[in-house]
């Protein structure tokens, strides 16, 4: 992930999200430090896992955790306590089957609406208020119904009207379009 530090200001957490569904909260003044341009712990993971997102918080917003099997969990930040550097968090998402794992993970915000990207290249968005939040650690919701010829969801994000995305196909081709253009859909 990058991080603009000229945004110190409107966050004071990085938030973490790993693929085996943990999160972690720290306050971003621990990674202030002489010593960061070699290089600083900024999250232990365990075996197996991976970092999937880091994002700038301001420890008052709702996250967004999407599963590759469509699953979907909304809880509020304040359901993390701020941890240091050297932690590896605590369990944000609990997923499906060890088949599954985290693929998104977004704040969110006034007038977004989440994206969901399937690995046929289906997409469609939906509302967050669509969303109800819960409390950190559960399967969450279905946010995307997946089928054999849809296959998983590789990615989930928020947008805003007017937004533009490209999609990039392990092909190597790329198609850029208006997120108006891709259907807003409910939750299932």
């Known amino acids: 992930?990058?991080?603009?530090?000229?945004?110190?200001?409107?966050?004071?957490?990085?938030?973490?999200?790993?693929?085996?569904?943990?999160?972690?909260?720290?306050?971003?003044?621990?990674?202030?430090?002489?010593?960061?341009?070699?290089?600083?712990?900024?999250?232990?993971?365990?075996?197996?896992?991976?970092?999937?997102?880091?994002i700038q918080t301001n420890g008052e917003n709702d996250i967004f955790l999407v599963s590759k099997?469509?699953?979907?969990?909304?809880?509020?930040?304040?359901?993390?306590?701020?941890m240091g550097r050297a932690t590896a968090g605590v369990r944000g998402m609990k997923l499906k089957n060890a088949d599954d794992a985290v693929v998104g993970a977004a704040v969110a915000q006034d007038g977004e609406v989440m994206l969901?990207?399937?690995?046929?290249?289906?997409?469609?968005?939906?509302?967050?208020?669509?969303?109800?939040?819960q409390g950190r650690g559960g399967q969450?919701?279905?946010?995307?119904?997946l089928n054999a010829a849809r296959g998983q969801?590789?990615?989930?994000?928020?947008?805003?009207p007017g937004d533009e995305v490209l999609v990039f196909s392990s092909a190597g081709n790329i198609v850029r379009i208006p997120v108006d253009e891709i259907s807003e859909q409910g939750r299932d």
């Open 1 to 54: 992930a990058v991080i603009d530090t000229r945004t110190y200001e409107d966050g004071s957490f990085l938030f973490f999200a790993t693929k085996n569904g943990h999160v972690k909260k720290t306050r971003m003044q621990e990674y202030d430090s002489p010593l960061a341009r070699n290089g600083l712990i900024a999250i232990n993971l365990q075996q197996g896992d991976e970092l999937v997102r880091v």
């Open 69 to 82: 099997g469509g699953m979907t969990i909304r809880f509020a930040e304040s359901d993390v306590r701020a």
């Open 116 to 133: 969901f990207v399937s690995s046929s290249g289906h997409g469609k968005r939906t509302k967050l208020d669509a969303f109800n939040r």
């Open 140 to 145: 969450g919701v279905r946010g995307m119904r």
């Open 153 to 160: 969801v590789v990615s989930a994000f928020t947008v805003v």
